[in-house]
């Protein structure tokens, strides 16, 4: 299954994560767009239905986990790849509790990130588990 119809929408507050992600799925056909917080990602509503959210958990403002609760709450499903510097035990039991696609500890490595999207990218067809 290919990625070219898929958008991913990179919420991170770290500016060189962005530009590496981005310039990364765009050299694989991916259309992008980025928010340097959860707040801004949710002015921009609403979201295409062929997407997928790469989430930072840790970010001023408004948490990666407080965006997913609100998602919920609002019965949005997009498949959900975490990108963290954290990687504790709690933070990774929480993000597979979250059902999301992939849980990625930065840094990741180019494959690793291809694989989630495709990962997102199949549940995005299959819809919500």
Request: charged share 20%; net charge negative; proline share 5%.
């Amino acid at each position: 299954m290919g990625l070219s119809n898929l958008v991913a929408y990179i919420v991170d507050d770290d500016l060189s994560i962005r530009r590496a992600l981005t310039r990364l799925l765009k050299s694989l056909g991916v259309g992008t767009v980025v928010f340097d917080s959860a707040e801004a990602f949710l002015q921009a509503g609403p979201w295409a239905p062929e997407a997928c959210l790469i989430l930072d958990v840790q970010m001023p403002g408004m948490k990666g986990w407080d965006l997913l609760e609100h998602l919920r709450a609002a019965s949005i499903t997009l498949p959900v790849i975490i990108i963290t510097a954290y990687n504790d035990a709690q933070t990774h039991d929480r993000a597979m509790q979250a059902g999301i696609v992939a849980y990625l500890q930065k840094p990741f490595d180019d494959q690793t990130l291809l694989e989630a999207l495709r990962q997102a990218c199949m549940q995005r067809h299959r819809g919500p588990s």
